[in-house]
């Protein structure tokens, strides 16, 4: 169990930190004040409510991942992704092969003694059956996000890791060499096989245990084709980084952004649905795929909740959007699928 909790934070790792303008000596922070609304006030209530619509916070069926299809999915130029449901996505860009966040492991809660099971099953046998991977690409150390299992069953396909500030230290615990692992502070840019890679700002928290929260560094990403370019927004309430990054970057062909795991206790580290869709508009990103949904419970909403309100405000908006099923091999031209409704 201790392994699951990762890398312990070294002094080294400290000084590393001191380059970064958001540690202020002893945890990262945010450009704006950002807090969860949790007391002994809030407390209460937060029981109560969590004992209502418990049936309909997760599907009553098993989720089915199509399979991968690597004829779908081979090198041809295009810019193409596969869905995994929460936050794990393949994506293909100038022929690289991007795994983001690839957390298929069966539980977000492995050490806590409530679990939280994926609403997928054999979802880590997906890791066997993809492709090389050029590069792993993690936005933070949340469990949901990055996990034990699945690093150490993606070991054998992936020899390069470009990570967060501090992020490092987990995957040298579970024996990945330090040289494979790149780190990255906010606005950094490096360029990686020719393709142009920037770790954005969100406005989120890290941590794996009890005393490493907001000990490194959490965000988003820019990836940066010969033609076309991508943005991942990350975990994160809704800010002003949005526009900034759309300023600076956009527009974008494609963009994962946030939707799903919110409640009005932790708004400003969730955004809701409706501002997910305002974040894909300020970043400027032409066809939009919700993620962070689809594979957890982690509040207390709907399961389909998140989703069914970013549709509803996207078509007000006229903002394009993609929702493919799980494991589907998808376009920026593909049809877009309600494929929820067919689910309780």
């Given at each position: 169990?201790?392994?699951?909790?990762?890398?312990?934070?070294?002094?080294?790792?400290?000084?590393?930190?001191?380059?970064?303008?958001?540690?202020?000596?002893?945890?990262?922070?945010?450009?704006?004040?950002?807090?969860?609304?949790?007391?002994?006030?809030?407390?209460?209530?937060?029981?109560?409510?969590?004992?209502?619509?418990?049936?309909?916070?997760?599907?009553?069926?098993?989720?089915?991942?199509?399979?991968?299809?690597?004829?779908?999915?081979?090198?041809?130029?295009?810019?193409?992704?596969?869905?995994?449901?929460?936050?794990?996505?393949?994506?293909?860009?100038?022929?690289?092969?991007?795994?983001?966040?690839?957390?298929?492991?069966?539980?977000?809660?492995?050490?806590?003694?409530?679990?939280?099971?994926?609403?997928?099953?054999?979802?880590?046998?997906?890791?066997?059956?993809?492709?090389?991977?050029?590069?792993?690409?993690?936005?933070?150390?949340?469990?949901?996000?990055?996990?034990?299992?699945?690093?150490?069953?993606?070991?054998?396909?992936?020899?390069?890791?470009l990570v967060g500030l501090g992020i490092g230290r987990h995957l040298i615990k579970w024996?990945?060499?330090?040289?494979?692992?790149?780190?990255?502070?906010?606005?950094?840019?490096?360029?990686?096989?020719?393709?142009?890679?920037?770790?954005?700002?969100?406005?989120?928290f890290s941590g794996r245990g009890l005393t490493d929260r907001a000990k490194s560094l959490?965000?988003?990403?820019?990836?940066?084709?010969?033609?076309?370019?991508?943005?991942?927004?990350?975990?994160?309430?809704?800010?002003?980084?949005?526009?900034?990054?759309?300023?600076?970057?956009?527009?974008?062909?494609?963009?994962?952004?946030?939707?799903?795991?919110?409640?009005?206790?932790?708004?400003?580290?969730?955004?809701?649905?409706?501002?997910?869709?305002?974040?894909?508009?300020?970043?400027?990103?032409?066809?939009?795929?919700?993620?962070?949904?689809?594979?957890?419970?982690?509040?207390?909403?709907?399961?389909?909740?998140?989703?069914?309100?970013?549709?509803?405000?996207?078509?007000?908006?006229?903002?394009?959007?993609?929702?493919?099923?799980?494991?589907?091999?998808?376009?920026?031209?593909?049809?877009?699928?309600?494929?929820?409704?067919?689910?309780?």
């Open positions: 169990m201790l392994k699951q909790f990762g890398g312990q934070l070294k002094k080294e790792d400290k000084l590393s930190f001191a380059r970064s303008e958001r540690w202020n000596g002893k945890v990262f922070e945010n450009y704006s004040k950002t807090t969860m609304d949790m007391s002994l006030k809030t407390l209460p209530g937060l029981i109560q409510e969590n004992f209502k619509g418990r049936k309909h916070r997760g599907p009553k069926q098993n989720l089915p991942i199509t399979p991968f299809n690597s004829d779908l999915f081979k090198k041809d130029d295009e810019l193409k992704f596969v869905w995994y449901g929460h936050s794990a996505v393949l994506l293909q860009i100038d022929n690289k092969n991007l795994l983001i966040d690839p957390m298929l492991g069966p539980d977000a809660s492995p050490i806590g003694p409530v679990r939280t099971k994926r609403y997928s099953e054999g979802s880590l046998d997906v890791i066997d059956s993809l492709p090389k991977i050029d590069a792993v690409l993690l936005t933070h150390d949340h469990y949901d996000h990055l996990d034990l299992k699945s690093i150490e069953k993606l070991k054998p396909k992936v020899d390069t890791w024996g990945i060499p330090k040289e494979q692992i790149t780190e990255f502070d906010w606005w950094e840019e490096k360029s990686f096989k020719d393709l142009g890679l920037v770790f954005t700002p969100s406005r989120h959490w965000g988003g990403w820019v990836i940066q084709g010969k033609a076309e370019k991508v943005y991942w927004s990350g975990d994160g309430g809704y800010d002003t980084h949005f526009k900034k990054i759309g300023e600076r970057f956009g527009p974008f062909n494609l963009g994962f952004i946030e939707c799903g795991q919110y409640h009005k206790l932790w708004h400003e580290i969730h955004m809701y649905p409706e501002e997910s869709v305002q974040a894909a508009i300020d970043s400027k990103v032409e066809k939009t795929v919700p993620v962070h949904w689809g594979g957890f419970t982690l509040a207390l909403h709907n399961w389909k909740e998140s989703i069914d309100r970013f549709v509803a405000k996207a078509e007000k908006e006229k903002v394009l959007f993609l929702t493919p099923n799980l494991g589907e091999v998808a376009h920026s031209n593909s049809d877009t699928k309600l494929w929820w409704k067919d689910f309780d």
